[in-house]
């Protein structure tokens, strides 16, 4: 177990790069292994979940060849991929899991995914369901609904799924599994979730569209595919990872951070809004939009924040990022509410819970929900060990709440930040 000491800080200068979004960097993979031609990967996020990503389509014979600065994948395209000699070992990683998942549904061979212990326990009935609702045959190996999951080979049938969350890895496993279908697929989820899956597919020259209907629910449909094609895709800086820097800047005193090239996509941006409407002062910078993809620079200073209501279809938007909201929250002047976040039960730990041990930990008055939580803000915090059950969220979020709690500040199984943000405890010192 490794552990990182926190410090209170008397101010953060300069600026930093953002490491490529997790989500974009993960499908990038995946839909260059499936394509025709080499695609090449700018800002590839090479934390360990997409490693894993990248080790199991290497397993079913899929070139990649990784650069200094750049991702070749030397696509096998949609019916290319071979049969593995072992188990998919997934790692901590859900998005692959599930994803993979939809890919597999359509191939010719028969597979197993399994990861580490934590993943071995995450729900997959979720993605199970829909997928064997097309033809797909998923089984659970413990009869658990979880991980390890044998994958054989089904013939698959287009369906419309009405999903009762908001999930972007249901949405994009279902999707991905239409390219395999005899018939156009679509799926329905209560709030439209973040949509990479979608916008890479009519990159790669997919037919995929996307509505909005009136009761603030979305479809997005695909039809089969013969063909995908190799593109080049630069990754922009992950907007999760960003949000603790930005956190950052807004709590230490005497703070100004210029936060680059982050990911800005609306289906991910709800942090940005709860920021503004906690009286954030923040300045967008360089903005630009490239593969439907927006960016820009995020200026950042320091001030008093107040706090907010957080729910409904917001929510979908910034899930990853409401642990550092929480830590935020617990900062802000007046009380924050968090609801509709039910989600956050089924992530790497069950962070309604994880977050609100820690921030009482710390002194904080919070009170868990059964989909969200109450926070009580304006109480000075102390430092504590921090319990970070090898979420790399908690134990980022905490490191940001360590930075203005008097004392120190300990994360305990800090190398779990490694997942998304390999070097993040470096590029918080050197703004200290």
């Known amino acids: 177990m490794s552990v990182k000491s926190i410090y209170p800080s008397k101010g953060l200068k300069g600026e930093v790069n953002i490491p490529g979004d997790k989500s974009i960097s993960h499908r990038s993979i995946m839909l260059g292994s499936i394509a025709q031609g080499t695609t090449e990967i700018t800002h590839f996020l090479k934390g360990a979940d997409c490693v894993s990503t990248m080790n199991c389509f290497r397993k079913m014979g899929v070139e990649i060849v990784e650069k200094s600065d750049y991702i070749l994948v030397h696509g096998k395209g949609l019916w290319g991929l071979t049969s593995p000699d072992e188990v998919l070992d997934v790692g901590n990683s859900g998005t692959t899991t599930r994803l993979l998942s939809g890919i597999l549904s359509g191939q010719k061979f028969p597979c197993t995914l399994s990861g580490d212990e934590s993943l071995n326990s995450r729900p997959m009935a979720r993605i199970m369901t829909p997928l064997n609702n097309m033809g797909a045959d998923i089984k659970s190996l413990n009869h658990n609904n979880c991980a390890p999951l044998c994958i054989n080979p089904g013939t698959l049938h287009g369906i419309h799924y009405q999903s009762p969350v908001a999930s972007a890895q249901v949405k994009s496993a279902i999707l991905l599994a239409g390219l395999y279908a005899d018939s156009e697929t679509s799926v329905t989820e209560p709030a439209l979730s973040r949509n990479h899956t979608e916008l890479m597919l009519q990159n790669f020259g997919a037919y995929v569209t996307s509505t909005m209907h009136s009761d603030g629910s979305a479809t997005a449909q695909v039809e089969p595919a013969s063909e995908l094609y190799g593109q080049q895709i630069f990754v922009p800086g992950d907007i999760s990872s960003a949000a603790y820097f930005i956190a950052a800047g807004l709590l230490v005193p005497h703070s100004e951070i210029l936060v680059k090239n982050v990911g800005t996509n609306f289906t991910r941006a709800g942090f940005l809004k709860v920021c503004e409407a906690m009286g954030a002062s923040m300045t967008m910078l360089n903005k630009s939009f490239e593969g439907g993809e927006g960016r820009a620079d995020i200026l950042v200073k320091s001030g008093t924040l107040k706090g907010t209501t957080i729910e409904g279809d917001i929510i979908p938007t910034l899930i990853d990022e409401l642990p550092i909201i929480a830590v935020m929250a617990a900062y802000a002047e007046g009380t924050t509410v968090i ?24 002194g904080a008055f919070v009170t868990p929900t059964e989909d969200g939580m109450v926070i009580e803000g304006g109480t000075s915090l102390k430092g504590a060990h921090i319990k970070s059950y090898l979420d790399h969220r908690i134990a980022m979020s905490f490191a940001v709440a360590g930075l203005t709690a008097s004392g120190e500040t300990v994360i305990e199984d800090s190398q779990c930040v490694d997942v998304s943000f390999p070097g993040f405890f470096a590029s918080l010192e050197k703004l200290s």
């Not at 089924?346 to 710390?362: G, H, P, S, Y």
């Open 339 to 362: 609801k509709d976040a039910a989600e956050l039960k089924v992530k790497e730990t069950n962070r309604i819970d994880t977050v609100a041990e820690n921030l009482k930990a710390m």
